[in-house]
T-cell receptor, first 117, second 113 residues
Framework: GAVVSQHPSWVICKSGTSVKIECRSL??????MFWYRQFPKQSLMLMAT?????????EQGVEKDKFLINHASLTLSTLTVTSAHPEDSSFYIC?????????????FGPGTRLTVT | QKEVEQNSGPLSVPEGAIASLNCTYS??????FFWYRQYSGKSPELIMS????GDKEDGRFTAQLNKASQYVSLLIRDSQPSDSATYLC?????????????FGQGTTLQVKP
């Protein structure tokens, strides 16, 4: 399958600081990337849909001013958690949607584990 | 009613048996269906996609789709302990081409040696 990378794989930050997470599609162009959050023993929760060159579409209940998303190119999207608080501690996973043969499929990055102290 | 439903399990099968994982969805216009495997602490990995009614086989995995019944399943033959994971069913429900997936809560599979 296609390769999607995320950086960093884990990060610990102090409450009130901001953290940037990068998502890259390494071997295909991704017109759309998605950002998910997953708390322990729960399923994936979609936070936002990111399209290259346009503003992200946020899911209901997700604060767009707190979770800043930038999709500057067809291979890179970033998520910035601003003024992080302990309740933002979670596993953040991006996915990239690309054309595989005649179909679009979605591949996940390895995830970023964020701990806010 | 949840949009994509799975039995959370755990589903426990002995090594070598067939594991059957089920998923139902609510939106009749859904077109694309996916099964992801997620090991504890890791991100999901795409293992099967299916778009048409019927069966699709890939190695030990078979996906089955019945759009009339709004039902998709995953069969794992000759189950191995390494198959122990959470299996997520995902559905692209919307006719627009955003690719937005709705996930079920996942079924935890335990394959016992």
């Amino acid at each position: 399958g296609a390769v999607v990378s995320q950086h960093p794989s884990w990060v610990i930050c102090k409450s009130g600081t901001s953290v940037k997470i990068e998502c890259r599609s390494l071997d295909f162009q991704a017109t759309t990337m998605f950002w998910y959050r997953q708390f322990p023993k729960q399923s994936l929760m979609l936070m936002a849909t990111s399209n290259e060159g346009s503003k992200a579409t946020y899911e209901q209940g997700v604060e767009k001013d707190k979770f800043l998303i930038n999709h500057a190119s067809l291979t890179l999207s970033t998520l910035t958690v601003t003024s992080a608080h302990p309740e933002d501690s979670s596993f953040y996973i991006c996915s990239a949607r690309g054309l595989q043969g005649a179909r679009y499929e979605q591949y996940f990055g390895p995830g970023t584990r964020l701990t806010v102290t | 009613q949840k949009e994509v439903e799975q039995n959370s399990g755990p589903l426990s099968v002995p090594e070598g048996a067939i594991a059957s994982l089920n998923c139902t969805y609510s939106d009749r216009v859904s077109q694309s269906f996916f099964w992801y495997r997620q090991y504890s602490g890791k991100s999901p990995e795409l293992i099967m996609s299916i778009y048409s009614n019927g069966d699709k086989e890939d190695g030990r995995f078979t996906a089955q789709l019945n759009k009339a019944s709004q039902y998709v399943s995953l069969l794992i033959r000759d189950s191995q302990p390494s198959d122990s994971a959470t299996y997520l069913c995902a559905v692209n429900m919307f006719e627009s081409n955003t690719g937005k997936l709705i996930f079920g809560q996942g079924t935890t599979l335990q394959v016992k040696p």
